[in-house]
């Protein structure tokens, strides 16, 4: 067990430990994620998600500007309000807390407002909001009311081709004007490693970029102060993938600035300042099971039986639409199936599988599965004193997608015939 220096996620509470210990391992193999799964449960405290639902916006007979195409980023200010950016539509929707239009804002184009190729949304609490638009390779602004306040520039480099790192995952700082980010190789960097791979250098790249930033977004450009590094996982060239069970680098942030993330195969959450100073770890003695011959054999039969689905399914529909493609594709599937055989494994399987901190600065860490592919496990849930409060079961909710005040947490549903339905709920008191 780690201990921290002082602060309300600092340190692990005795309760967690009383609760928690026990030994994970019972074996190898097939067996032994069954029974680790299930001794895991056995020590949980278990929470009910029957949360109370406040209204849902979507669906077939949704009014038009609520019909989303792709409405993965969203986010809360402190009034209840909820962002919505719907990338495929270019444009952002605000929602007051009764479920209703506030407005809409965006469309695609190249001016102020306009977006050329939105990835995420940030939301401050005091409603002004941030569009990420790498085909603007910009920070767009907007204020409370919707109007379009500045672009600043994400490098000083012109183009996707500049030297800064083109960030698509980002988080509000909570003191304002800056964001949390999470960088990613610039196109320059992957042609230079693709240089050095191509002429017999030896290349290591990582298996997540996972490099943490704040981006202060006060001047025309965005000025980088570095927060953390994930840990790397040296692959054979850069385009190789990550190994199978390469730990990926999770984080968020919570609402005194920390950031916190794992980046391990461990229960092993880490905490940082805004900073960068280091403010201790969040840990349960869940022990990631080994990679063993019959874990690899049984996660490769399960990647083959899927893609063979999904090649059975096109080349059937390849079949009655180009016929004369199917040798070529067969020859591609093929290959295909290969990769998937041939891919690397990292020698253990991560425990944790997501990572959000709620509105009032609790977290929910999602587990793995039973299965060592499965991402869909139990959520914990610690609240802002990192105290263990409970675990919701597997398939009892998902992660929202945006915590807000009151408890309120937004969820993305879609239909069978994949139309996109936003739920908000209202969480109790021991989740938020």
Known sequence: ????????????????????????LAGAGVVAWSATAGHAAAQDRPLAADFEEVYRVGGLSAPEWALFVDPARMGFDAAGNLYVLDRRASR???IDPAGDLVRAVGREGEGPGEFRHETDIVVW?????????????AYQLFGPDGE???????????????????????RPDPAG?????????TARTLVEAYADWFEGRKVEVAGEDGRLERLDLHGEVAVAEFIAQARRIATAHVWAPAPY???RMIWDVLPDGTVV??????????LVGADGGAKGSLERPL????????????MIDHLIEKEEARIEEGMAELAETMPEALEEVRELNEWALQRIRNREFYPEVPVLRGLRATWEGSLWVRRRGEAPWDDDGPIDVLGPDGEYRGTFPPGATGLPLAFGPEGLAAFLERDELDVATIVVKRLPAEAR
């Open 1 to 24: 067990m780690r201990v921290s220096t002082p602060g309300p996620h600092g340190r692990l509470r005795l309760p967690i430990r009383r609760c928690f210990r026990f030994g994970m």
């Open 177 to 185: 004007g800056a964001v949390i980010a999470e960088g990613g190789r």
């Open 125 to 137: 609490r005091d409603g002004r909001f941030a569009v990420v638009d790498i085909g603007h390779h």
């Open 148 to 170: 379009i306040e500045r672009f600043v520039r994400m490098s000083s480099a012109e183009g996707m081709m500049g030297k800064a790192s083109i960030r698509t995952r980002v």
């Open 287 to 298: 022990r990631p099971e080994a990679a063993t011959d019959a874990v690899r054999s049984a």
């Open 261 to 270: 993330y794992f980046d391990s195969t461990a229960y092993e959450i880490n």
């Open 245 to 247: 069970f390469a730990p």
């Open 92 to 94: 952002v929707v605000v």
